[in-house]
C-alpha cells in the first residue's frame, strides 16, 4: 500500500520554474517505479518522466527532456519533479504515481497502481 500526496505546483509564466514534490507514506516493503503524469483539459493523461528504485531516471517524454528533472530523497520518501523553461503546453494537472518494480518503469498510466490527487501548473504567455 502507498498513499502519494503532491505539492509545488502553481501559476507561473512561460519561462519560469517550479519544483513538484510528492510524498510517499509506504505501508508494504516493495520497491516502486515512481512516476510524473499530467493531464491537460480534454485530454489523455500523458507520462512524463519516472524513476527506477535505485534513483536512475527510467525516461522523460520528449517533451520535457532537458527541461524537466525527476529525482527522488529516499531518505524523505519524496519524489520531486523540477521543471524549468516552462511553456503553456505544459499547462496541466500533474500527478505522482507508483508502481511495484519490474525490468523497466512504464510510461502507460494504466500499469500505476498507486495515484496522488494532483497538483495544477498553470503557464500563462
Known amino acids: 500500500q502507498v498513499q502519494l500526496v503532491e505539492s509545488g505546483g502553481g501559476s507561473v509564466q512561460a519561462g519560469g520554474s517550479l519544483r513538484l514534490s510528492c510524498a510517499a507514506a509506504?505501508?508494504?516493503?516493495?520497491?516502486?517505479?515512481m512516476g510524473w503524469f499530467r493531464q491537460a483539459p480534454g485530454k489523455e493523461r500523458e507520462g512524463v518522466a519516472a524513476?527506477?528504485?535505485?534513483?536512475?531516471?527510467?525516461y522523460y517524454a520528449d517533451s520535457v527532456t532537458g527541461r524537466f528533472t525527476i529525482s527522488q530523497d529516499t531518505a524523505k520518501n519524496t519524489l520531486y519533479l523540477q521543471m524549468n523553461s516552462l511553456k503553456p503546453e505544459d499547462t496541466a494537472m500533474y500527478y505522482c504515481?507508483?508502481?511495484?518494480?519490474?525490468?523497466?518503469?512504464?510510461?502507460?498510466?494504466?500499469?500505476?497502481?498507486?495515484w496522488g490527487q494532483g497538483t495544477q501548473v498553470t503557464v500563462s504567455s
Open positions: 504515481a507508483a508502481e511495484e518494480a519490474t525490468d523497466i518503469c512504464s510510461d502507460y498510466a494504466f500499469e500505476y497502481a498507486y
Open positions: 524513476i527506477y528504485p535505485g534513483g536512475g531516471a527510467a
Open positions: 509506504v505501508y508494504t516493503y516493495r520497491a516502486y517505479c
